[in-house]
C-alpha cells in the first residue's frame, strides 16, 4: 500500500522549506507566486491531502464562519450571501449559512450552535424584532460579528449598508419632479432601523417640496410581494388615494404591480412606483421596475472582507461601511395623470 504523502515529501519536491509548505497551504500572501505555483505542483503531484480539521485545532480560531441571514427567499439578501461567499472561498474560509426567515428565536439558535461549533467570526442581517441581548453574548465570547444591511439601536457592532436614507430621499425626489404631490409609502415597519432610516429619506424629500404630511400616505406591512398587495388596497380604498409610492423594497414594488393590475390599472401610467435594492429582476419586470440600486454583491463582499480583518486582528471593533446608491429609472413611475388622480374609477 502506498504511503500517504507529507509536508516533508512536498517540500523535496518542490526544492523549498517544511514552513514554506505550510505557508501556502494555510494560503499566505507572504509567499511569491512562482514558489506558491511550484508547491502546489508538488502537493498535486504526490497526491498529499491537507487535513484542515487537525490544522485548525492548532489554530487559535476555527477555519469556518457563519452567515446568519433573515430572508433568503428575498433576492436581496441571496446576492448579498454570494458576494460574501466569492470572498470566503478565495480565503480557504468554510461558510456557513443559515436562514432564519425573520425569526428571533431561530436566530438564537443558530447563534448559539455556531458559538459551541467554535465558530471564528459572524455576519448577520438581524431578524425583524432582533434584541441586543443575543449579540452582547456573541460580543462577549470574543466573536467577531459584522451587521450585513440592518443595523440595531445602541449596537456597537460595524455594519455594512448602503445609505439608505440618502436613496430615498432621491427617490421621493423623482416622483416629486414627475408631478406627483399624493404620495405614499409602502411596507416595513418603525421596528427595523433600516425602515426608519428610508422613511426619513422619504419625509425629507417630501418637506423640501412643501408637501403638507397630511398629504402623504405611511402603510406599514410585510416586506414581500404579498404584503405589496396588501399596501396597495388599503391605499386605494383611501379617500384621496396616493399616484405615487416609494416602496420599502422590490419586493413590495413587485407585489404593488402586481395589485395595481388586479384592479385594472396600470404600473406606470395610473400609478407610479418606485423599489428600492434594484434586484435584478427589476430590469426584466413588466414594465421595468425604477429601483435605487444598491451594489448588493460588493457590500457583500465588504462585510465578509470586514469580519475576516477582524478575526486575524483578534478584534470585535471595526469601521461602518456605509456604501453608495444611486437611481435607475426605467418605465414604472410616469408623470401623474392630467386630473392629478388615480384611475380609481377603472378598478375591478
Not at 487559535?60 to 427567499?73: A, C, E, K, Q, W
Not at 435594492?277 to 472582507?305: K, N
Amino acid at each position: 500500500m502506498r504511503t500517504k504523502a507529507t509536508i516533508l515529501d512536498i517540500a523535496r519536491a518542490a526544492g523549498v522549506s517544511k514552513s514554506t509548505v505550510s505557508l501556502v497551504l494555510q494560503g499566505s500572501d507572504r509567499i511569491r507566486s512562482e514558489t506558491a505555483a511550484k508547491v502546489r505542483k508538488a502537493i498535486g503531484d504526490t497526491g498529499y491531502v491537507y487535513n484542515r480539521g487537525a490544522a485548525n485545532l492548532r489554530k487559535p480560531h476555527s477555519n469556518f464562519v457563519g452567515m446568519v441571514i433573515n430572508d433568503l427567499t428575498n433576492p436581496f439578501f441571496a446576492e448579498m450571501a454570494v458576494g460574501m461567499e466569492r470572498v470566503f472561498q478565495a480565503a480557504g474560509i468554510v461558510p456557513f449559512i443559515a436562514n432564519t426567515a425573520e425569526s428571533p428565536v431561530r436566530q438564537e439558535e443558530v447563534l448559539k450552535s455556531l458559538m459551541e461549533q467554535g465558530v471564528a467570526g459572524l455576519i448577520v442581517s438581524p431578524a425583524r424584532g432582533s434584541q441586543t441581548d443575543a449579540f452582547q453574548r456573541v460580543e462577549a465570547a470574543g466573536i467577531p460579528v459584522v451587521f450585513a444591511m440592518r443595523r440595531l439601536p445602541e449596537s456597537r457592532i460595524p455594519i455594512v449598508a448602503p445609505d439608505n436614507i440618502r436613496g430615498a430621499f432621491m427617490a421621493t425626489r423623482h416622483l416629486i419632479a414627475k408631478g406627483h404631490r399624493r404620495l405614499a409609502f409602502f411596507g416595513g415597519s418603525l421596528e427595523l432601523v433600516v425602515y426608519r432610516d428610508r422613511l426619513q429619506g422619504f419625509q425629507e424629500a417630501c418637506a423640501e417640496a412643501g408637501i403638507r404630511e397630511d398629504a402623504v400616505l405611511l402603510v406599514e406591512g410585510e416586506t414581500s410581494r404579498k404584503g405589496g398587495m396588501a399596501c396597495l388596497n388599503s391605499a386605494l380604498a383611501a379617500s384621496e388615494p396616493p399616484t405615487a409610492a416609494l416602496c420599502f423594497n422590490d419586493a413590495v414594488a413587485f407585489g404593488v404591480m402586481l395589485g395595481l393590475r388586479q384592479h385594472r390599472l396600470e404600473p406606470g401610467r395610473d400609478f407610479a412606483v418606485v423599489g428600492f435594492d434594484d434586484v435584478a429582476e427589476a430590469e426584466h419586470y413588466v414594465p421595468a421596475l425604477t429601483s435605487v440600486a444598491v451594489d448588493t454583491a460588493s457590500l457583500g463582499e465588504r462585510a465578509a472582507q470586514t469580519v475576516l480583518k477582524m478575526i486575524q486582528s483578534r478584534t470585535t471593533r471595526a469601521d461602518d461601511h456605509i456604501g453608495s446608491v444611486n437611481l435607475v429609472v426605467r418605465e414604472s413611475c410616469g408623470p401623474t395623470r392630467p386630473n392629478g388622480k388615480t384611475a380609481k374609477g377603472e378598478a375591478a
